[in-house]
């Protein structure tokens, strides 16, 4: 059976207040995007130079900056589903070095795909008076979907840059991308495009 992949709308730029924009980098730890790591993810070592240039952008703006990290126990559930990742102060959890939140950025420890599930992401983002999430990071269609996703369904705006997003196969970044332009009304676009004012 073959299927037609339905095209995927792009912005060529996307222009967002910094003060009401959060960059949120999703789980871009050493255990998915570092060679070493437990579950690497291939394509996210090649976007860690994009998603910095991203984070130079945002700080120079002014907009906040938030970082994910799956955090599990030595006996997560999860690990039924996956081999044994990011567990709670190792190595593998910690954000890969060339991406190093800076001391005042806000990190997410989560237990689930979804960044808001469990989580004060939602609190921080309404003190802050974000109305925008540029979301980034891996892996495309799991926990940036996830938390793209959940973003949009608290009616916060998502901006998806695909250039800072990766996947375990181009189908999954593909699906993720559809889902995210399709269903969640979100623009798709690349880091060159995302324009801060």
Same mark, same amino acid.
């Given at each position: 059976?073959?299927?037609?992949?339905?095209?995927?709308?792009?912005? %060529?730029?996307?222009?967002?207040?910094?003060? %009401?924009?959060?960059?949120?980098?999703?789980?871009?730890?050493?255990? #998915?995007?570092?060679?070493?790591?437990?579950? #690497?993810?291939?394509?996210?070592?090649?976007?860690?130079?994009?998603?910095?240039?991203?984070?130079?952008?945002?700080?120079?703006?002014?907009?906040?900056?938030? #970082?994910?990290?799956?955090?599990?126990?030595?006996?997560?559930?999860? #690990?039924?589903?996956?081999?044994?990742?990011?567990?709670?102060?190792?190595?593998?959890?910690?954000?890969?070095?060339?991406?190093?939140?800076?001391?005042?950025?806000?990190?997410?420890?989560?237990?689930?795909?979804?960044?808001?599930?469990?989580?004060?992401?939602?609190?921080?983002?309404?003190?802050?008076?974000?109305?925008?999430?540029?979301?980034? !990071?891996?892996?495309?269609?799991?926990?940036?979907?996830?938390?793209?996703?959940?973003?949009?369904?608290?009616?916060?705006?998502?901006?998806?840059?695909?250039? !800072?997003?990766?996947?375990?196969?181009?189908?999954?970044?593909?699906?993720?991308?559809?889902?995210?332009?399709?269903?969640?009304?979100?623009?798709?676009?690349?880091?060159? !495009?995302?324009?801060?004012?």
């Amino acid at each position: 059976m073959t299927v037609d992949v339905p095209e995927v709308p792009r912005e %060529e730029e996307v222009r967002l207040p910094a003060a %009401e924009t959060a960059l949120i980098v999703v789980d871009m730890q050493n255990d #998915f995007a570092h060679p070493d790591g437990a579950l #690497f993810v291939p394509d996210a070592e090649a976007s860690i130079p994009r998603i910095r240039a991203l984070l130079d952008k945002a700080r120079a703006a002014g907009a906040r900056v938030v #970082f994910t990290q799956d955090w599990h126990a030595e006996d997560d559930p999860e #690990f039924r589903i996956w081999p044994r990742h990011a567990v709670a102060g190792t190595w593998g959890a910690e954000i890969v070095r060339e991406l190093t939140p800076l001391p005042d950025e806000t990190r997410i420890q989560k237990l689930r795909y979804d960044a808001f599930y469990g989580t004060p992401l939602e609190h921080l983002l309404r003190l802050w008076g974000v109305k925008h999430v540029v979301v980034v !990071g891996t892996v495309a269609n799991i926990c940036v979907l996830h938390t793209a996703g959940s973003a949009a369904l608290r009616w916060f705006e998502v901006v998806l840059p695909e250039d !800072g997003t990766s996947a375990l196969a181009p189908f999954d970044l593909a699906a993720a991308l559809r889902q995210v332009s399709f269903l969640y009304q979100g623009k798709v676009t690349t880091v060159e !495009g995302v324009k801060f004012a």
